[in-house]
């Protein structure tokens, strides 16, 4: 009987550590996602201001020998903010390359140089302006990995139930 017992335990504790495993997996990517939700709605406190677009290029790179090329839409503007002159280069708050040429040179066009065009400035750090604000998608999507998370926690709950019985 003890045999049996012992076997019982093993099992509900090996699926305790499984439950434990994807509820941690999951509180992981939830926190991950909130943090990028908090990036983003930062910048939808941003004051709108007027620019004028000084320079835009897409530059195109090789970040290994062996990697594909990589383009980079790079661009200056001009922009005031009470009283002071101010030069931005971001597009976004963080701006990566991308392997699509169409792409980055498809924000020439909107960017053009001259073109006067809507930038959003850090209230609290005028240095800081963009072009884009930050998507808020991370939290659209944040239900998915709280899915695994309550999932795991409940294997965990059944499991020290089945053990204390």
């Given at each position: 009987?003890?045999?049996?017992?012992?076997?019982?335990?093993?099992?509900?504790v090996?699926?305790?550590?499984?439950?434990?495993?994807?509820?941690?997996?999951?509180?992981?990517?939830?926190?991950?996602?909130?943090?990028?939700?908090?990036?983003?709605?930062?910048?939808?406190?941003?004051?709108?201001?007027?620019?004028?677009?000084?320079?835009?290029?897409?530059?195109?790179?090789?970040?290994?020998?062996?990697?594909?090329?990589?383009?980079?839409?790079?661009?200056?503007?001009?922009?005031?903010?009470?009283?002071?002159?101010?030069?931005?280069?971001?597009?976004?708050?963080?701006?990566?390359p991308t392997?699509?040429?169409?792409?980055?040179?498809?924000?020439?066009?909107?960017?053009?140089?001259?073109?006067?065009?809507?930038?959003?400035?850090?209230?609290g750090?005028?240095?800081?302006?963009?072009?884009?604000?930050?998507?808020?998608?991370?939290?659209?999507?944040?239900?998915?990995?709280?899915?695994?998370?309550?999932?795991?926690?409940?294997?965990?709950?059944?499991?020290?139930?089945?053990?204390?019985?």
């Open positions: 009987m003890d045999d049996i017992v012992k076997k019982k335990v093993g099992g509900q090996g699926l305790f550590i499984v439950g434990l495993g994807l509820a941690a997996m999951g509180g992981l990517f939830v926190w991950a996602l909130w943090k990028g939700y908090e990036r983003a709605r930062v910048t939808q406190g941003w004051v709108e201001r007027p620019c004028v677009v000084v320079n835009a290029e897409v530059e195109s790179f090789l970040p290994t020998p062996h990697s594909p090329v990589g383009f980079r839409f790079l661009v200056e503007y001009e922009y005031e903010f009470e009283g002071e002159r101010y030069v931005g280069t971001r597009y976004k708050r963080v701006d990566g392997s699509q040429k169409d792409r980055a040179e498809g924000r020439l066009e909107k960017f053009a140089p001259g073109k006067v065009v809507v930038c959003y400035v850090d209230p750090e005028p240095s800081v302006a963009v072009l884009r604000r930050d998507s808020r998608g991370a939290l659209y999507s944040i239900w998915f990995p709280g899915l695994f998370m309550v999932g795991g926690l409940g294997i965990m709950g059944g499991a020290v139930r089945r053990i204390l019985r």
